[in-house]
Structures are given as structure tokens and as C-alpha cells.
């Protein structure tokens, strides 16, 4: 049970809600929209108006009856929340094609978030630069993170050398993990979000093929239940 005077834990769900909001809003925002409803976001998102409200008054009182939100006031508390309002340097790791495609990625810099080094084993790689960001050799890791207070590691490494990175990882500043190789990664120290686009694609791929799945279940009902129509 909550105690007098403990903050209440925000479930995941909630926190993975927030970043629609925020675009959501943004998209107000250059619309000129200068307040809306948690109705009139219900039919944009497609929640419940009152799971709306439940979500944003896990961190504060921000709309007024009868008027709604602030669109401006309520995208940059959203802002805040998700710690958007300050940079974040960011270090990339694996210089591969996806390494390469993230790098190249413009909308890391236009939320804060500044990649400013890239690691990689392959000699043929070390020194050149990606987007402007230059490559090092993996053996400058530790030393370039605490040098450079870095908040997040971004992972592109094959599987079996996610092991070591993690280990180097560990003796450093960082704080946070971005985790796009294949491995699932739990640490204690670390906070890590593990990226599995494969599964992404899987469920994709249940997705587009649902209507062929409830087809075949009602087939095999049928089977069963032959007199029910």
C-alpha cells in the first residue's frame, strides 16, 4: 500500500503511452491548436478519454473542466517528464549497417539526444566519420565515456560480443542502454531497453495474416460443432 508522502510508481504501460502523447501534441502544436479535450485526444489516439486522464494525472493536475488542456503547457511538461528538456550524449557502438543507419538517423539531434562518438573493431572504419561522428577503436571505449560523461550506449554488435561490451560498459559513466543485438540484456547498474525488431516483424507478420488465422479456427470449429451453425 502507498505510504503518506511516497510517490506512486508509474506503470510501463503508462510510460509507453507518453511518447504519443508528446508527438501528439507537437502535431497540435503546429496546427496551431492551442487547447484540446481528453475527448478530442481519444479520437486522435484511439484510448479512452479516461484512460487519458489517468495517465496524465499520474504526474499532475494539467487540464481544467469545461476548457481541457493547454496544448503548449502539457507538451512541454511531457517534455520534462520524459527528460527531453536537456541533451543527452549518446555513444554508438558497431558500426555495421544498422550501426551506420542509426548514426545517419537526424531525429536523435532534434530531441537532445547527441550521439558523439561511434565504436568499432574493423581497422578499416577507425578514423572516418559517420553523420560528422567520428569512429574509434573499441579499446578507447572506457576511457572516452567517463571522459566525456556520457548518459547513453547505443549497442549494434553481433551477439557474441555483447558479452565484453557490457563488461566495459559496466566500469563506466553510462547510464542507460539502448540494446538493438539479438542478445537479451539485464543489468544491475544499468538501465537497459532492449530493442527486438525481429519480433516486431513477427508480430507484423501475425497481424497481416490474422483474418487467414480466424478463418482457420472457425474451420476447425466447425469440425467439432458440426450441427452449430
Same mark, same amino acid.
Given at each position: ?23 501528439? &501534441? ?13 475527448? /478530442? ?7 479512452? #478519454? ?44 558497431? #558500426?555495421?549497417?544498422?550501426?551506420? #543507419? ?36 573499441? /579499446? ?12 547513453? #550506449? ?12 557490457? /563488461? ?35 508480430? &507484423? ?7 487467414? &488465422?480466424? /478463418? ?14
Amino acid at each position: 500500500m502507498e505510504q503518506p508522502g511516497e510517490i506512486k510508481k508509474v506503470s510501463m504501460a503508462v510510460i509507453k503511452r507518453l511518447p504519443k502523447y508528446y508527438k501528439c &501534441l507537437g502535431n497540435l502544436l503546429k496546427n496551431n491548436v492551442e487547447r484540446v479535450s481528453s475527448q /478530442e485526444l481519444s479520437k486522435i489516439l484511439g484510448f479512452t #478519454a479516461s484512460q487519458i486522464r489517468q495517465d496524465l494525472n499520474n504526474f499532475g493536475e494539467f487540464g481544467q473542466q469545461g476548457y481541457g488542456y493547454n496544448v503548449l503547457q502539457l507538451y512541454t511538461e511531457i517534455s520534462k517528464i520524459l527528460g527531453l528538456n536537456t541533451i543527452h550524449k549518446m555513444v554508438l557502438i558497431g #558500426a555495421g549497417n544498422l550501426g551506420q #543507419a542509426l548514426a545517419n538517423y537526424s531525429e536523435f539531434r532534434t530531441h537532445g539526444f547527441d550521439i558523439i562518438a561511434i565504436f568499432d573493431t574493423n581497422p578499416n572504419l577507425i578514423g572516418r566519420k559517420i553523420n560528422n561522428t567520428p569512429i574509434y577503436p573499441v /579499446e578507447d571505449m572506457e576511457y572516452f565515456i567517463n571522459e566525456n560523461d556520457v548518459d547513453i #550506449a547505443i549497442l549494434t554488435v553481433p551477439k557474441d560480443k555483447t558479452e565484453k561490451v557490457i /563488461e566495459v560498459l559496466s566500469k563506466t559513466c553510462i547510464r542507460g542502454i539502448w540494446n538493438f543485438t539479438p542478445a537479451e540484456i539485464t543489468t544491475d547498474d544499468i538501465i537497459v531497453e532492449n530493442v527486438h525488431l525481429i519480433d516486431s516483424l513477427f508480430t &507484423l507478420s501475425y497481424r497481416i495474416n490474422e483474418d487467414k &488465422l480466424q /478463418e482457420r479456427l472457425l474451420k476447425q470449429k466447425r469440425k467439432i460443432f458440426p450441427d452449430r451453425r
